[in-house]
């Protein structure tokens, strides 16, 4: 398969994949008591219990939602360059976070059953930080792509 935005759509789904993985033994360590399925299952059905059911669809709406932004990873290498794609891949999952607790729920549910804990917030936080990164890894080793930061030249006028 050489499409790149199904690769970039893998590396994405790759990444919360991962993602998932780590919250699910946060939650087996109890160092957390939900996992982003539980959370977007509170956004889907405000003001529910998560049933089995709920839960597999909130989970479900993670992986789709972490392929489809593995595509907006690849654009922004594409654009911005692959040298320090790592880190592109670890701010941009950060930046998601961001969306992902504070901006969308307070659109859909500004006060949702379920809360999140610290301990939480933070491993949400490294959890997106970690899709990032792998999203941007798999993208790089499957286009097989070079630092291009010189590809995009700003000529200003004076």
Not at 27 to 35: D, E, F, G, N, S
Not at 41 to 55: A, D, G
Not at 98 to 109: G, K, S, Y
Request: net charge positive.
């Amino acid at each position: 398969m050489k499409d790149p935005l199904l690769l970039s759509f893998t590396g994405g789904v790759l990444g919360t994949l991962v993602d998932e993985v780590i919250h699910w033994l946060a939650v087996w360590l109890k160092l957390a008591q939900t996992t982003t399925g539980h959370y977007l299952s509170q956004l889907i059905f405000p003001h529910q219990h998560v049933t089995l059911p709920k839960l597999l669809m909130g989970e479900f709406t993670h992986i789709l939602a972490g392929g489809t932004l593995g595509i907006v990873v690849f654009l922004i290498l594409e654009l911005s360059g692959y040298d320090y794609l790592l880190i592109k891949g670890g701010g941009f999952g950060a930046i998601m976070w961001i969306f992902h607790v504070a901006i969308i729920p307070n659109l859909i549910a500004p006060r949702p059953f379920i809360f999140r804990t610290f301990n939480e917030a933070v491993i949400d936080l490294a959890t997106h930080m970690v899709w990032g990164i792998i999203a941007a890894w798999f993208i790089n080793i499957t286009q097989n792509k070079k630092s291009n930061k010189n590809v995009f030249v700003f000529k200003f006028r004076r």
